[in-house]
């Protein structure tokens, strides 16, 4: 069986400090995971994915995350935080159990204080 | 390009009313098409999936059911509203061919209260 844990609901920071958004996984094949964003009431919009080339993956809007395969972690980071970032954000994952489904995490929240 | 679209916006519907929530895909071809339900303070829930025209896959028996008339139209109906139903409905799209690494295309959703 596949999961995926986020490991925080709600991470507070300031605006310009660094964000780390933690995400861990459980799979039994290769993984595909990928980081979404969701802004109040809108659609969820793809960050980022890593799909077995590089581990460390490059997102839109300055975000990065790092495929730790020991760790069984894919944590989302950004150096300095902007007022916009503030949204929720959901990590996602296909092990190829099944072609049609991600598994997505219970999401987390990310407020940006000034 | 690919584009997704998704109406209404917005939805206020009483107990007991039907419901039918229309999404379109542009740009793509036998695309997988998905209908996912968050409501107030809970993850993402996956109510249906098809990998084809008349194909539905159901994840969670419920008061909902969903149609794919065309290949790129995806329909989320019900007979009779409760007002378990109300949360904030997004469908998606993904890449059929190489579906296992694709990621999931979202729509901007529709916020349906029912009153």
């Known amino acids: 069986a596949q999961s995926v844990t986020q490991l925080d609901s709600h991470v507070s920071v300031s605006e310009g400090t660094p964000v780390l958004l933690r995400c861990n996984y459980s799979?039994?094949?290769?993984?595909?995971l990928f980081w979404y964003v969701q802004h109040p009431n809108k659609g969820l919009q793809l960050l980022l994915k890593?799909?077995?080339?590089?581990?460390l993956v490059k997102g839109i809007n300055g975000f990065e995350a790092e495929f730790k395969k020991s760790e069984t972690s894919f944590h989302l980071t950004k150096p300095s935080a902007h007022m916009s970032d503030a949204a929720e954000y959901f990590c996602?994952?296909?092990?190829?159990?099944?072609?049609?489904?991600?598994?997505f995490g219970k999401g987390t929240l990310l407020t940006v204080n000034p | 390009s690919q584009t997704i679209h998704q109406w209404p916006a917005t939805l206020v519907q009483p107990v007991g009313s039907p419901l039918s929530l229309e999404c379109t895909v542009e740009g793509t071809s036998n695309p997988n098409l998905y209908w996912y339900r968050q409501a107030a303070g809970r993850g993402l829930q996956l109510l249906f999936y098809?990998?084809?025209?008349?194909?539905i896959s159901s994840e969670v028996p419920q008061n909902l059911s969903a149609s794919r008339p065309q290949d790129r139209q995806f329909i989320l109906s019900s007979k009779k509203l409760l007002l378990s139903d109300s949360g904030f409905y997004l469908c998606?799209?993904?890449?059929?061919?190489?579906?296992?690494?694709?990621?999931?295309?979202f729509g901007n959703g529709t916020r349906l209260t029912v009153t």
């Open positions: 890593y799909t077995s080339a590089a581990t």
């Open positions: 799979s039994s094949y290769s993984p595909s």
């Open positions: 996602a994952l296909n092990s190829g159990g099944s072609n049609y489904k991600l598994t």
């Open positions: 098809s990998v084809g025209i008349g194909q």
């Open positions: 998606a799209w993904k890449d059929r061919p190489s579906s296992y690494n694709s990621p999931l295309h």
